[in-house]
């Protein structure tokens, strides 16, 4: 098939891909960008392996089409872009003070759609919490430390807010 080149931009760089107009946004990441941590677990919606952010919202990168978030109206947002200066998030910090993760594989999707849901949400209800970690799939780590690690970051962030007033 015919390639064209299009622009993305991911983690606030501009980036430029010539790809066949049907490549799917998680491929693209992954074979032409090297941005590895999204990750493909299922091909049919279901497991949330490959979650990242188009404008601040979670979406599945195996199903959308890299052109359809081409242009600077698009942000694509990938586990990679949340680590600043080689500095834990601390969502993602929590995760590992808490074993909000084993093997690890789903643990790039959890990130994108709980750093998503505290950013419309900064004090989710326990309910909201779980109903956006249900939205993925995990096979080895249980949920309640996700839902530990999720309430010890919130909380994190609250201290910090209170100490910098
Ligand atoms: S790989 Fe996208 S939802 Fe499973
Ligand atoms: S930590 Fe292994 S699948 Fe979630």
Known sequence: ???????????????????????????VL?????LTGSKRGCDDSS??????????????????????????????????GITQHGALDAIQKAYGDWGGA?????TPGFLMTVKALLAANPEPTEEEVRRALSSNLCRCTGYTQMYEAVKAAIEAEQKGMAAAK
Request: proline residues 4%; charged residues 25%.
């Open 30 to 34: 992954r074979e032409d960008l090297d």
């Open 102 to 106: 084993q093997c690890g594989y789903c």
């Open 1 to 27: 098939m015919k390639k064209e080149l299009i622009e993305l931009r991911v983690n606030g760089r501009r980036r430029e891909v010539a790809i066949p107009p049907n490549k799917l946004l998680l491929d």
């Open 47 to 80: 497991c949330g392996a490959c979650t990242v952010q188009v404008n601040g919202v979670p979406v599945l990168a195996c199903t959308v089409l890299a052109a359809s978030v081409s242009g600077d109206e698009h942000e694509v947002l990938t586990i990679e």
